[in-house]
């Protein structure tokens, strides 16, 4: 259903609109984009993971790596921007 006009009770001048109860507000659009976001951000979690040390005596450079100090964070941070942007961006 479209969009019907009504009159305001309080003040007839202003026209409210009821819109349709089954529509959704998202589009197509947005929810890949929210499905992108989400892989996003599971990539560059499985990124940071690992790097344990066998014992907490030894040094383990490991946890340093490009990976994880610079690669992973940057993945997630575009993950949040994408689902940001996904549900700002107005559907058609």
């Known amino acids: 259903m ?6 305001n009770k ?3 001048a202003v026209k409210e609109t009821i819109s349709d109860p089954s529509a959704f507000a998202f589009g197509r659009e947005n929810f890949i ?9 599971l990539i ?3 990124l940071m993971s690992g790097g344990k040390a066998e014992s907490p ?8 790596s490009f990976r ?3 690669l992973a964070p940057l993945i997630v941070m575009a993950g949040y921007a994408v689902g940001i942007w ?3 961006k107005k559907s058609k």
């Open 33 to 41: 984009l929210l499905f992108v976001a989400l892989g996003l951000l």
């Open 57 to 64: 005596d030894v040094y383990n450079p490991e946890v340093f």
């Open 2 to 7: 479209a969009k019907q006009p009504t009159l």
């Open 86 to 88: 996904a549900i700002l």
């Open 44 to 46: 560059g979690y499985v």
């Open 68 to 70: 994880r100090i610079t």
């Open 10 to 12: 309080k003040n007839p």
